[in-house]
């Protein structure tokens, strides 16, 4: 089954201890994207990455990491959270079908984190 | 910049009648835009479309949204809402001004299907 899969989908950490959201794709998809979700925001994309070694920032990345090392994963990086960072995390993969992305998302289940 | 407006925040209609959820957008260039739905507690699901063509696209379950440059709209229709169709839907935007990678997606409107 295609699928996008993240992992925990519920955590409650606290101030400073780092942690790390990971993302997982089976549908050989080069772009991936991790987003957070806040009422009255809407989602709002962290950060998304092209294919393997190439990433880059989208709207809101302060205070979070991302690597890709492997095509299909695209784990996120809280190194210090704070308290606003708390909200529902989603990771998406697309296909890249050229130099415009005209490719749909598919989504994860979602991540709620909470730091205390 | 590029940007989406949903201007509902919840929109309610009676089962069986005629939808709209309604979305605008601020790009420059020619944009890419798309619909999702999202059910409670669940990830977002891609529902249609528009890159080029026709200013009509059809979609998942029913669902259609018309393209119109000059006011730079997308709405989302369905010509008779089910109550199963209630959720969480998302108007998104890729435009060049982000080399089509970045999504801005617009706030969210609550469609509420009542029986």
């Known amino acids: 089954e295609a699928q996008v899969t993240q992992n925990p989908r519920y955590l409650i950490t606290v101030t400073g201890k780092k942690l790390t959201v990971t993302c997982s794709q089976n549908?050989?998809?080069?772009?991936m994207s991790w987003y957070r979700q806040d009422p009255g925001l809407g989602l709002r994309q962290i950060y998304y990455?092209?294919?393997?070694?190439?990433?880059d920032k989208g709207d809101v990345p302060e205070g979070y990491k991302v690597s890709r090392k492997e095509k299909r994963n695209f784990p996120l990086i809280l190194e210090s959270p704070s308290p606003n960072q708390t909200s529902l995390y989603f990771c998406?993969?697309?296909?890249?079908?050229?130099?415009?992305?005209?490719?749909?998302?598919?989504f994860g289940e979602g991540s709620r984190l909470t730091v205390l | 910049a590029q940007s989406v407006a949903q201007p509902e925040d919840q929109v309610n209609v009676a089962e069986g009648n005629p939808l709209t959820v309604k979305c605008t957008y601020s790009?420059?260039?020619?944009?890419?835009l798309f619909w999702y739905v999202q059910y409670p507690n669940r990830g977002l699901q891609f529902l249609l479309k528009?890159?080029?063509?026709?200013?009509l696209v059809k979609g998942s379950y029913g669902f259609e949204a018309e393209f119109n440059k000059s006011q730079t709209s997308f709405h989302l229709k369905k010509p008779s809402a089910l109550v199963s169709d209630s959720a969480l839907y998302f108007c998104?935007?890729?435009?060049?001004?982000?080399?089509?990678?970045?999504?801005?997606f617009g706030i969210g409107t609550k469609l509420q299907v009542i029986p």
């Open positions: 998406a993969s697309s296909l890249l079908t050229g130099p415009t992305n005209t490719g749909e998302l598919f």
């Open positions: 549908m050989n998809h080069e772009y």
């Open positions: 990455s092209m294919n393997v070694e190439v990433t």
């Open positions: 790009v420059s260039g020619n944009p890419y």
């Open positions: 528009y890159i080029t063509g026709d200013n």
């Open positions: 998104a935007v890729r435009a060049p001004s982000g080399g089509y990678q970045k999504v801005t």
